[in-house]
């Protein structure tokens, strides 16, 4: 019967995962965004080098990690990569092999697509980089393309476009394509070798060749030549929320990093956040909640923000590993 006004606070109900180096080792961390239920994920062996990778699921609840955990090495001594993946509900880890080295590309769906470099293989060699699709509902792997290695790869709106190189032919062609996450359907949107793709755009990509740019709509297999390099080549890395109406993305001015909602329908922008080291990696933890890092010389943290208004609420002090912001050649 009281009629006292009583405030709750809610959060949302997925967990947050992060790399801390707190014990002196590198660790995989789950918690709720309001600090509490901390738990251990992934202990560390100790033989983690400091080129780990965490890759955390935009919108779903699963985790991906790169790193040396194993210990393996390869014939000349170097530490073999692990790929490692976790279901951060249930807190089950399961590895998806060894190799030279992996790079995770992005999520689509209920797939995680990377790049595997095969162990132990020749540098000259046409099929070296593999780009896997893994499905980890039906643990079922597609390979969707391999090469000697691949000039540029880029996922935008539940589609892969890649780029291979057309060094050591024998793998696939040396085109721009694109495919679904499943490999079913693949089509050339440039018949020539691109070296880079840049999303300028939420739908937009902009590709450069030895000698030319062209320029495509998300969605569709033309690609229009451009007069000249565009005024700006920043590829831009959009992470759309759950229910696909925004997507989130950071941008640099003057020396900060300002966070900005995209509203996916009216293709507007609208500040969220501006503050000196803010970078990725995003994840939204509901279609109104988002995860942000700062990375400054006072702290490295990462931070929930509500789109709805309000403080924006310190979660953990982080590692600040890498992740999944674009594609680089190593």
Sequence with gaps: ??????????????????????????????????????????????????????????????????????????????????????????????????????QIVGWIGNRLLYVKIAAGTSAGNPTRHRLISYDYEDEVTNELASSNYFNDILVAQNKIYY?????????????????????????????????????????????????????????????????GQPSSSLSKAYIDSPDGSRSAWVDVRDGKGVLLIHDNAKNTDTELKQLSGLTYPLRWMNSTTIVYRIASDQETADYAVSLSGGDAKKIRDVTSVASIDSWYYY
Aim: aromatic content about 8%; proline content about 2%.
């Design 163 to 227: 780029a291979p190189s057309s060094a050591y032919a024998g793998g696939t062609a040396a085109n721009l394509f694109v495919a679904s996450a499943d490999g079913a359907t693949k089509q050339v949107v440039l018949n020539q070798e691109v070296w880079n793709i840049f999303r300028t755009s939420y739908d937009q990509l902009t590709a450069a060749t030895q000698t030319d740019w062209f320029q495509a709509k998300l969605g569709e297999t033309k690609a229009t030549k451009l007069p």
């Design 1 to 102: 019967d009281s009629k006292e006004v009583t405030k709750v606070q809610m959060v949302p109900g997925r967990k947050h995962a992060f790399v801390t180096k707190r014990t002196g080792k590198f660790d995989v961390y789950s918690v709720d965004v309001d600090g509490k239920n901390e738990k251990i994920l992934l202990s560390a062996t100790g033989s983690e080098r400091d080129d780990m990778v965490l890759s955390v699921h935009p919108n779903e609840e699963m985790a991906a990690v790169i790193s040396t955990r194993s210990g393996k090495r390869n014939v000349d001594g170097f530490l073999l990569s692990t790929l490692t993946l976790i279901d951060l509900k249930s807190g089950t880890a399961s590895s998806l092999g060894d190799s030279e080295k992996f």
